[in-house]
């Protein structure tokens, strides 16, 4: 249990907030590429509390302005595309990608103004069908050279959704292995569209991972520190017939890697609109056949409504929520995880009162998250701050299901881990 301060200090993401300041000593995802994809590139964007306007110029080249015009604080996102940059459609005030101002057209002729007047801005970049955002203090970063990062565009699918609850919440459902015994409980294991990752068969076994999930309720968590944050250990061990293995990971301070299969993996970040709301972006990263892009985003659009990305399922409806469904599926959600999942996370409130919990040993990478991050706000602009050295000489991380039949656990894992690397051919070999 934590007191007020405590989680204030948490879950706080704003301009000015020693959490703030955290979050923005890492890169974070600002937008989907595909947001910027129709005839006039430039959307509105709300990040870490701050309103900003995301545009590609006419050179192609991105950028990332704080949307109010510094003349009169007219919002640039309802600006032209013209001339190098955006244009306020109120007095023509000109900004190109870095801030600068070009043009104040209704000033007297011969006006130097624009030299003096410069406009917020933040680096920005485009990686494998998200736009990052740096915003913290100093030259940015090189990204981060997690296999996210450095895969081929074709083994990697990107896609977002909004969370009506603050981030802190979202982050810790996915550092929380014990959950899906639970939540992600099926009661057939047949597989279907959705929850595969928790119907397929496991290894050679032909067991259900569902039907483990269901048997063993209560697996065996460790901790390992890593360069990029921690890693998760879960062990189930099955009728002493063999050991279920399961690698996830925390990149502090808001992804997570988790294995959805045994080709593909999810890298999930969890970034504040400010401190009510979040966007969870996901990139689903392909070892084996390169992803059908096409296909997983006709999977997902229609459960969200555009452009905000927002669920259909919500507050408003109970998140689909049937006493019926219920003797079919666990949850009387329907089989969609995403579901499930964001269920979990709003259903607490949109800042989860943390003074009033109870954690348990099974919470543990949830403990540990905690702790680094309140030891990150000491001083976020330290190069000490997990990856924030030499980000792009981050690997990985591992995450995989495997299946331990000989007792060494971490060798099991490490091997086949190293086999799917070797045949992917891209991916750089295991470091830790």
Request: charged content about 25%.
């Amino acid at each position: 249990m934590i007191d007020a301060e405590e989680n204030r200090l948490l879950t706080e993401s704003g301009p000015g907030t020693p959490g703030g300041a955290v979050l923005r000593s890492y890169w974070q995802p600002a937008a989907l590429a595909e947001e910027l994809a129709d005839e006039r590139p430039i959307v509105p964007v709300r990040l870490l509390g701050e309103n900003l306007v995301l545009f590609r110029d006419e050179l192609g080249e991105l950028g990332l302005l704080d949307h109010r015009c510094p003349h009169r604080g007219a919002d640039l996102a309802a600006g032209r595309l013209e001339d190098g940059g955006v244009r306020c459609t109120f007095h023509g005030w000109l900004f190109n990608r870095d801030g600068a101002c070009l043009q104040t057209p209704a000033e007297p002729t011969g006006s130097e103004l624009h030299t003096r007047v410069h406009q917020t801005s933040y680096p920005v970049v485009e990686r494998n069908g998200i736009i990052w955002a740096w915003m913290g203090e100093g030259k940015a970063p090189a990204l981060p050279g997690i296999d996210a990062m450095i895969a081929p565009p074709e083994q990697v699918f990107a896609f977002k959704g909004l969370w009506d609850c603050n981030w802190l919440q979202a982050h810790e459902v996915g550092i929380d292995p014990s959950h899906a015994s639970f939540l992600h409980r099926f009661l057939d294991d047949e597989e279907e569209q959705y929850g595969l990752q928790f119907r397929a068969a496991l290894g050679e076994t032909g067991l259900a991972s569902t039907k483990l999930l269901r048997e063993i309720a209560n697996p065996e968590i460790s901790v390992e520190p890593t360069d990029y944050g921690f890693r998760l250990v879960s062990l189930r061990n099955f009728r002493d017939e063999f050991t279920h293995v399961r690698v996830t990971n925390c990149l502090f301070p808001n992804a997570i890697t988790i294995p959805m299969s045994g080709e593909m993996t999810i890298t999930q970040w969890h970034v504040p609109i400010d401190d009510e709301r979040c966007y969870w972006y996901s990139m689903f990263v392909s070892y084996g056949e390169p992803v059908d892009a096409a296909k997983m985003r006709a999977q997902r659009i229609d459960a969200i409504e555009l452009p905000l990305y927002e669920p259909i399922t919500g507050r408003g409806n109970n998140w689909g929520f049937d006493p019926a469904d219920q003797r079919n599926t666990y949850t009387g959600m329907g089989p969609d995880i995403n579901v499930h999942d964001q269920w979990a996370v709003e259903s607490q409130g949109k800042i989860h009162d943390r003074t009033r919990e109870h954690l348990t040993p099974s919470d543990v990478g949830i403990r540990t998250q905690r702790r680094m991050f309140m030891a990150a706000l000491e001083d976020p602009g330290e190069a000490t701050l997990v990856g924030a050295a030499d980000p792009g000489a981050l690997t990985g991380p591992a995450a995989i299901d495997a299946v331990d039949i000989d007792g060494d656990h971490d060798k099991c894992w490490r091997d086949l881990e190293t086999t799917r690397r070797q045949a992917a051919g891209w991916a750089p070999a295991l470091t830790d």
